[in-house]
């Protein structure tokens, strides 16, 4: 059995729409009870504790600084890195050119050639 489905555009944009909007309250909201002092503030919080509180935001900010933090680092790391690869890469390259360089000589006399190759 094969079931097709379809879908209306503009009730795929509304659905979009009221999402968001409905995102948008509830931060709103969440900042309204985190902000709010005295009596109504803390029925808030007792009636919604899954809301965001003043702690919990400064919490999360301190999160998020500490995990840009250890990017920065992480990332930092890995430049050193690839630049001391980078740099281990050229001096391999000079050493293989070099013996190859003194091979070629070494084989230039061997033969009997009175100048060296270049």
Do not use: W
């Not at 909007?21 to 919604?48: E, I, M, N, P, W």
């Not at 001391?84 to 013996?99: C, G, H, I, N």
């Amino acid at each position: 059995m094969v079931v097709t489905g379809t879908h209306n555009p503009y009730l795929v944009a509304l659905s979009i729409l009221v999402a968001a909007f409905a995102s948008y309250t509830a931060l709103d909201l969440g900042g309204h009870v985190a902000a709010a002092r005295g009596f109504g503030g803390k029925r808030l919080r007792q009636k919604c504790p899954y809301l965001l509180t003043t702690n919990d935001v400064d919490a999360a900010r301190a999160l998020l600084a500490a995990r840009q933090r250890i990017c920065a680092e992480a990332t930092a790391k890995m430049k050193r890195a690839v630049q001391r690869s980078e740099a281990q890469a050229l001096l391999t390259s000079r050493r293989v050119s070099r013996a190859h360089h003194q091979m070629r000589i070494a084989t230039a006399h061997a033969s009997g050639a009175t100048t060296s190759p270049r």
